[in-house]
């Protein structure tokens, strides 16, 4: 066999290999049977009299009393079961009745109950448990998640690297998280073999024979993850099936989408402030008087399916019309960009307008208002940029025209000429003349006159524009200039093409600001607001462009993105840093939708927020990306880990740091403390859990142990009740377990925590939740899972923009639940509060977060002894209630 070999010796040998570990797999299975069957013969012997054995009316083999004795599990009988169009079929065990009273935990046979040392997946521990993975056994070989797209995507668990190539011999079905086989608990520690996933190709019959029933097992990319059912759970049959009787319903929505989109901020003639966030648009009712506290109320129009990239208000102050970008969903099919009208009074959509017709999205959008709001123009943000003009009433696209290949940021009618449309974005101020085509489609036409500077500096970008009484125009450059533009007869010496009967030239100019100009407002009076990027100023402007009064946006707010003119002299700002302000230019602005509840993310701001009045407590910049935190069980002090290695404990009234440490040079993924507060637990992606004994108030730590063992980055971990123990989940799918008390000791033997009570469940991976995965998963498809505190729900932040609810225990295959959207993004975390009354839910890149009521059937339940502590939410992060 050493020898050379000949052109036909390579597929014999293969194949004669694989017969070989097949072989070899076979005859272990065989020894860890007759382990199985000598270690019940002892039991029988030891604590079983023959007389009951034989009395017992159960028959038995030959030569052997096998009546099950106490403590074992019901017996199991394979059946085949059809997959459908699966081309792989499956013995799948299921549990015969068994007499009552009996256990599905016994003690696992000698020589066979401890797991491999030095090995700690979760198939086995070995690189060998995926089928047909390379390698000896008891090497691991840890497979990385793929990174994290931006949008929702394809399921990709048929994706895999060229390590893992040999895996996709496996049905869809095969690998995914929904392929949950009931197994013995005693195969996987023989030297790292496991029958699962012995090598076969298409068509081959993997079987799995269950001596005891005391384990599940699920795959993610192929790989196998082992998860040992409580001794309590006689059968997965008697475990709760179907959606849980509570429900959700949208609350509060905190965040403003001021990043990077414009025209997203008015005010309703109800007086109600219309703006967006994600996928929904949000009508906020405000409460108290300028400058005061948040409170007045929020209502949602949802109607939706991915994010709401602008606005427009119709002149009646009623109807708006909100334009949405392209996406995909969960199966990958395109989701279109559209524009909604809707009735703000009773949320209704009333029309669908250019579904089909845009491409990538609807960038800016206005109604004109000559004509009492008949037509409405568009922009998409295709590489053209499309500029169309379409009848409301009927949804009915009038004319259509390439506007330009560079940005367009603003559009808008003349309010006095529908037939005038102004458009203004990258270098350009284009000036449009609209003709014809009311009530044919498509016959309309545009013809366009460019904005000439002449003497005057051209600007990079033109953000906005506003029309003046007297029909002239300002606009507001990335120069820091408000540009007057007169309107004035055309000639033929003037620039540019089209047949328009006037043209606008420039008249005058005013340095306004230091850098961008980002918002233009005409107020009531007459006056004009201007908003600053870099400056931060508001400045109000009187005739010919005069200054009559200004006053600076905080800092940590960041830059002026949108004015809105209020009820009386009432003001809102929005701002890039997703804030929004409510106040006047005398007496300054305060955020109006920042519950109490922390929050930290990559805009590297630590927020602490009360949720029952919708205010902002307070806020400090952080000075570094904040990934996660949790409150100790005092509440007097908060643990804020950072992106850098470096966590912080900060006093919650005083918000003065009390604590500043680093633990490696990687990010910090999860901080926990523990239920009695003595100890505080933070996972890094260097692979360790960092254990500090911590002082009865929080404030002072002191290095006690680490955590060392898991072959990748920690993603989440939870404690016992008690305070003695974790589990930890990682990067690579592992499910360890720690005996903190005893020394940061992992605990080799799994099988004995399946009965350890714990106190808060957030692990994405385990027996008690693994029903939550979809099938198909690829491993990163859960972002986060939280279980109420009275552990009768589990909620669930998914990769698709979803937040479900399911029943807990959710111990069952693709489990039902109950799905919400409204987030734009991957939904990164979510937290219950300390009453279970309410739900939070934290988006990724659209930095929205959710507050949802729990509302049906079991009601909050009792709140926790430890005193109320609150979430801390993080944009692209996590967050903890």
């Known amino acids: ?152 995507r394809r399921n990709s668990s048929s994706s895999s690297s060229p390590s893992e190539r040999p895996r996709q011999k496996l049905s869809r079905k095969a690998i995914s998280s929904a392929n949950l086989l009931v197994r013995s608990g005693s195969t996987e520690s023989r030297g790292g073999k496991d029958p699962l996933s012995s090598p076969g190709g298409p ?98 129009y949802r109607g ?209 600001h230091e850098g961008s100009i980002f918002a233009l407002c005409l107020r009531r009076d007459g006056t004009v607001l201007s908003g600053g990027g870099r400056d931060r100023r508001l400045v109000q402007w009187g005739p010919g462009l005069v200054a009559l009064q200004e006053a600076e946006i905080p800092e940590h707010f960041g830059a002026v993105r949108a004015i809105a003119e209020g009820l009386g002299s009432e003001l809102l700002v929005g701002t890039t840093k997703n804030a929004l302000l409510r106040g006047d230019l005398a007496q300054g602005f305060s955020p109006v939708i920042q519950n109490r509840f922390l929050t930290c993310g990559h805009d590297r701001q630590l927020c602490l927020w009360d949720g029952e009045s919708h205010a902002l407590a307070w806020s400090i910049d952080l000075k570094e990306t904040g990934l996660c935190a949790d409150f100790h069980p005092s509440g007097a002090v908060v643990a804020v880990g950072l992106n850098t290695g470096r966590w912080l404990v900060l006093d919650t009234e005083t918000r003065e740091i009390v604590s500043d440490v680093i633990d490696g040079n990687e990010q910090l993924s999860v901080v926990r403390y523990s239920p009695d507060g003595l100890y505080l637990a933070i996972g890094s992606h260097d692979n360790v859990i960092y254990i500090y004994s911590v002082s009865s108030d929080g404030a002072k730590s002191s290095r006690f142990g680490r955590c060392m063992g898991h ?43 399946r009965d350890r009570e714990w106190a808060t469940y957030t692990c994405v991976l385990g027996f008690h939740v693994y029903g939550v995965w979809p099938d198909g998963s690829d491993g990163t498809d859960i972002n986060s899972l939280c279980r109420s505190h009275n552990e009768r729900v589990v909620a669930v932040a998914d990769d698709f923009c979803k937040v479900h609810l399911f029943q807990y225990p959710c111990a069952r295959a693709k489990a039902p639940s109950r799905m919400y959207g409204g987030h734009g993004s991957h939904v990164t975390s979510v937290r219950f509060t300390h009453d279970d009354s309410h739900l939070v839910s934290l988006g990724g890149k659209d930095a929205s977060i959710f507050q949802w009521r729990v509302l049906g059937a079991g009601g909050a339940g009792p709140a926790p002894a430890t005193p109320s502590r609150t979430p801390s939410l993080s944009p692209a992060s996590s967050l903890d209630v």
């Open 1 to 152: 066999m050493d020898g050379a070999a000949g052109p036909g010796d390579g597929p014999a040998r293969e194949a004669l290999q694989s017969l070989s570990q097949r072989l070899r797999v076979q005859e272990q299975e065989m020894e860890l049977v007759k382990a199985a069957l000598a270690e019940a013969l002892r039991l029988l012997r030891l604590q079983v009299p023959p007389s009951s054995l034989q009395g017992s009316g159960t028959p038995a083999p030959p030569g052997d009393s096998l009546a099950a004795p106490p403590g074992l599990p019901p017996t199991c009988t394979p059946s085949l079961v059809s997959r459908g169009t699966q081309t792989e079929t499956e013995v799948e065990l299921k549990s015969s009745p068994g007499p009552p009273g009996l256990s599905n935990g016994p003690p696992a046979p000698q020589g066979a109950s401890e797991e491999p040392s030095g090995t700690q997946s979760e198939g086995g521990g070995s690189s060998s448990s995926g089928a047909g993975s390379p390698g000896p056994p008891g090497i691991l070989r840890p497979l990385q998640p793929p990174q994290r797209a931006d949008t929702p």
């Open 711 to 753: 072959s990748s980055f920690i993603t989440h971990l939870d404690w016992s009740k008690d305070g003695n123990f974790i589990m930890s989940n990682s990067g690579d799918y592992e499910i360890l377990y720690w005996d903190v008390a005893g020394g940061c000791k992992q605990l080799k033997n799994r099988y004995e925590s």
């Open 304 to 512: 939706h399916t991915d994010c709401v990239r602008c606005l427009a208000v119709h002149p009646d102050g009623v109807r708006v019309a909100s334009g949405q970008t392209a996406g995909v969903d969960k199966d990958g099919k395109p989701l279109q960009p559209v524009v909604h009208i809707w009735d703000s009074e009773t949320l209704l959509k009333l029309q669908e307008i250019g579904l089909g017709a845009f491409e990538r999205g609807v960038g800016a959008l206005a109604f004109s208002a000559a004509d009492q709001g008949a037509f409405l123009c568009v922009v998409d943000d295709s590489n053209e940029h499309m500029l169309s003009v379409w009848d409301c009433s009927r949804g009915m696209k009038l004319a259509e025209i390439k506007s330009t290949n560079d940005s367009v940021l603003a559009v808008g009618f003349n309010p006095r000429d529908s037939s005038c449309i102004v458009t203004s974005g990258k270098s350009h101020v284009h000036f449009w003349n609209w003709s014809g085509g009311v009530g044919v489609p498509g016959n309309g036409t545009l013809t366009r006159k460019q904005g000439v500077f002449g003497k005057y500096k051209k600007p990079k970008f033109i953000p906005c524009f506003v029309f003046l009484p007297d029909g002239d125009i300002l606009t507001g450059d990335s120069e820091g200039n408000i540009l007057t533009w007169g309107r004035s007869p055309s000639d033929s010496k003037t620039p540019g093409r089209g047949g328009a009967k006037e043209t606008y030239g420039i008249v005058a100019q005013a340095h306004a």
């Open 203 to 300: 068509g081959s019959r993997r079987s799995n024979y269950n001596l005891e029933g005391i384990s599940v097992k699920m795959f993610l990319r192929g790989r196998p993850i082992t998860m040992y059912i409580p001794s309590g759970i006689r059968s997965l049959e008697e475990l709760p099936s179907g959606p849980p009787p509570e429900t959700l319903s949208l609350d509060w929505v905190y965040g403003y989408r001021g990043r990077d989109s414009r025209s997203n901020l008015f005010v309703l003639r109800s007086g109600e402030v219309v703006y967006f966030i994600a996928c929904v648009v949000v009508l906020y009712r405000p409460g108290g008087g300028p400058g005061g506290p948040g409170g007045g109320g929020q209502r949602h």
